[in-house]
């Protein structure tokens, strides 16, 4: 059964970005923050709360999908999009069409970075604030 990732435990977020580096450094190979499919964000000043801007597995209009003009963004079974990167032709229709704005630009590959709902990211945040569920598989 598919899981989607869900950041529903963000009040325990100490802003260490462990999910982001883990995130970047399995699934891109590199560990800078910005390469990072999950972005962690203070929700207002040094005092605000810390909220995560993730992939919501959208299941039915999969707007980042529907934006994209050469299909190189594929249906996932239980929600959101997988990337094929050799389809991709750098247009960022995707990411300015994402609903909740978690769809990030590598401006140095010219590619989107798209959460593929791994699971690496809540296997290292030490506060267990982010968490996968399982989901039904239907597209």
Same mark, same amino acid.
């Given at each position: 059964?598919?899981? @989607?990732?869900?950041?529903? !435990? ?11 580096? %883990?995130?970047?450094?399995?699934? +891109?190979?590199?560990?800078?923050? @910005? ?5 962690? $964000?203070?929700? !207002?000043? &040094?005092? !605000?709360?810390? @909220? %995560? ?8 209009? +999969? %707007?980042?999908? =529907? ?6 963004? =594929?249906? $996932?079974?239980?929600? !959101?999009?997988? &990337?094929?990167? /050799? ?5 960022? $229709?995707?990411?300015? %069409? ?8 590598? /401006? ?14 809540? $296997?290292?945040?030490?506060? =267990?604030?982010? +968490?996968? =569920?399982?989901?039904?598989?239907? @597209?």
């Amino acid at each position: 059964m598919p899981k @989607v990732l869900k950041a529903e !435990g963000m009040n325990k977020c100490i802003g260490c970005f462990t999910c982001m580096l %883990a995130c970047a450094g399995v699934n +891109r190979q590199n560990h800078s923050l @910005v390469k990072s499919a999950i972005k962690v $964000r203070t929700s !207002g000043g &040094l005092k !605000g709360k810390f @909220v %995560a801007d993730v992939c919501i597995a959208c299941k039915d209009d +999969r %707007a980042c999908a =529907e934006a994209c003009p050469s299909g190189a963004l =594929e249906i $996932r079974a239980g929600g !959101g999009v997988l &990337l094929k990167p /050799e389809k991709c032709i750098g247009c960022r $229709r995707c990411v300015s %069409a994402c609903i909740v704005g978690a769809v990030f630009f590598d /401006e140095a590959e010219g590619k989107p970075i798209i959460c593929k709902h791994c699971g690496v990211c809540t $296997r290292f945040c030490p506060h =267990e604030c982010l +968490r996968m =569920e399982a989901v039904d598989n239907a @597209v």
